[in-house]
């Protein structure tokens, strides 16, 4: 029997898969260091995440690439999915945002939640600790933004 937190985070990321990104990347370096935005910076009452964004950076040792975006409730939060380089599977992310500080939750299967990220989204660096769900497994991560969508 799956918990309440559970069964919305399983909802959420059904929410998510209308929108994954089919993208893979190979980490080349040059790829990872020439793309620029302008930064993503917060201030009272702006959203963070008021366009979709793209990042990519590292997972421990692990090259990684995620895109994240407001759910279609704003009201309810964050979501997105990551790939690690040189695999094909996207792992799901649904979260919130308040002023710079995120927390997500990821699954892998689209059931479980199998890891959290806790961090802070500054300028265009996203930072902090992944960690498994009973904290026995921590990883730093830091990402850079490399792309903001247009409002349309």
Same mark, same amino acid.
């Given at each position: 029997?799956? %918990?309440?937190?559970?069964?919305?985070?399983? !909802?959420?990321? =059904?929410? $998510?898969?209308?929108?994954?990104?089919? %993208?893979?990347? !190979?980490?080349?370096?040059?790829?990872?260091?020439?793309?620029? !935005?302008?930064? $993503?910076?917060?201030?009272?009452? *702006?959203?963070?995440?008021?366009?979709?964004?793209?990042?990519?950076?590292?997972?421990?040792?692990?090259?990684?690439?995620?895109?994240?975006?407001?759910?279609?409730?704003?009201?309810? +939060?964050? *979501?997105?999915?990551?790939?690690?380089?040189?695999?094909?599977?996207?792992?799901?992310?649904?979260? &919130?945002?308040?002023?710079?500080?995120?927390?997500? &939750? &990821?699954?892998?299967? +689209?059931?479980?939640? %199998?890891?959290?990220?806790?961090?802070?989204? =500054?300028?265009?660096?996203?930072?902090?600790?992944? %960690?498994?769900?009973?904290? !026995?497994?921590?990883?730093?991560? $830091?990402?850079?933004?490399?792309?903001?969508?247009?409002?349309?």
């Amino acid at each position: 029997m799956m %918990s309440r937190e559970a069964g919305k985070f399983a !909802a959420a990321l =059904v929410l $998510v898969l209308g929108f994954a990104s089919a %993208s893979v990347f !190979a980490g080349n370096d040059k790829v990872f260091t020439e793309a620029a !935005a302008a930064p $993503v910076t917060a201030t009272a009452g *702006q959203n963070l995440f008021a366009r979709p964004l793209t990042l990519r950076g590292t997972l421990g040792d692990a090259q990684i690439e995620m895109h994240l975006q407001l759910k279609p409730d704003p009201t309810e +939060g964050i *979501q997105g999915t990551y790939t690690i380089a040189g695999q094909s599977t996207k792992i799901l992310l649904a979260g &919130e945002s308040e002023n710079t500080d995120v927390i997500m &939750e &990821e699954s892998i299967n +689209g059931k479980d939640v %199998s890891g959290e990220w806790a961090g802070q989204l =500054v300028g265009n660096t996203f930072s902090g600790t992944w %960690s498994t769900m009973d904290d !026995a497994v921590t990883k730093p991560f $830091v990402l850079t933004v490399l792309s903001a969508k247009p409002v349309k």
